[in-house]
């Protein structure tokens, strides 16, 4: 096994998550020949439709589905799962039903790196935060064993004056990461207020995505500088 062909997977409360703060980096993990693999908690029946009409949370659901078939689609996500848990009640979710769900996962995929949201949820979503904390929970004691590295996605405007943080190059990747935003229709609100009116230019504070190695194989936030998410892999 090469070092490029790992299980990298991203483990993100709602559909739209994963594009947007991971784009570059899933397109980037496909392109090189790696396999990007995607679990959503919830199918985000509670959110906003947009311009499209008002839906009820079946309706919006199937909806968001759809899109994220699509955008799984133009970023080259090779797997990706709903659990179906309620959206925006993580927190009223029982933490151990939870915790196994995840930890099945990651253990039928043998992934070997594993990316999630920050402490702070980036947004600070309660959904995001209770999934952070479940996610570190399960990779840090070892219940699911193939995995090596933890990584959280941040905040770009702010993550790029923290030491350490891995950056991924992105503006040859823009056009892809519009696609897959703009699959996500019925979220065009929340990705309008984050990037703007999305075009051909790459938005300002978005050339890059940032990420924070968490944990190493039994080590909490290796002080290190990396070129790469396989960096320091054992094959």
Same mark, same amino acid.
């Given at each position: ?14 559909p739209?998550d ?5 784009s570059?980096?899933i ?13 959503t908690?919830?199918?985000?029946d ?7 009409d !008002?839906?009820n949370?079946?309706?919006?659901a ?9 955008a799984?689609?133009?970023l ?15 927190d009223?979710?029982d ?6 769900k ?15 949201? !920050?402490e702070?949820g ?9 999934l952070?904390?479940?996610v ?8 699911? !064993? ?16 923290? !030491?350490?943080?891995l950056?991924?190059?992105?503006r ?17 609100f ?6 703007g ?13 940032f ?12 002080q ?11 094959v």
């Amino acid at each position: 096994m090469t070092l490029t062909n790992r299980t990298v997977a991203f483990i993100y409360a709602h559909p739209d998550d994963e594009t947007f703060g991971c784009s570059y980096l899933i397109r980037q993990i496909a392109d090189e020949g790696g396999r990007p693999i995607l679990l959503t908690t919830t199918r985000g029946d509670a959110g906003k439709t947009g311009h499209l009409d !008002p839906m009820n949370e079946d309706e919006l659901a199937t909806l968001r589905e759809f899109e994220l078939e699509k955008a799984v689609g133009i970023l080259g996500i090779s797997t990706a799962e709903q659990l179906g848990m309620k959206d925006g009640k993580l927190d009223e979710v029982d933490a151990d039903l939870l915790r196994e769900k995840i930890a099945d996962f990651l253990r039928e995929h043998q992934a070997d790196i594993v990316v999630t949201f !920050p402490e702070d949820g980036i947004s600070g979503h309660r959904d995001h935060i209770v999934l952070h904390h479940v996610v570190k929970d399960i990779v840090t004691s070892g219940q699911a !064993p193939s995995v090596q590295k933890l990584y959280y996605n941040l905040f770009a405007p702010l993550a790029s004056e923290r !030491p350490g943080v891995l950056r991924i190059e992105g503006r040859h990747r823009w056009e892809i990461k519009r696609q897959a935003l703009e699959a996500h229709e019925s979220q065009v609100f929340s990705v309008e207020r984050v990037f703007g009116k999305l075009g051909p230019e790459v938005p300002p504070d978005h050339h890059h995505e940032f990420f924070e190695l968490a944990w190493e194989r039994g080590n909490s936030y290796p002080q290190k500088t990396e070129r790469s998410i396989y960096d320091d892999l054992i094959v």
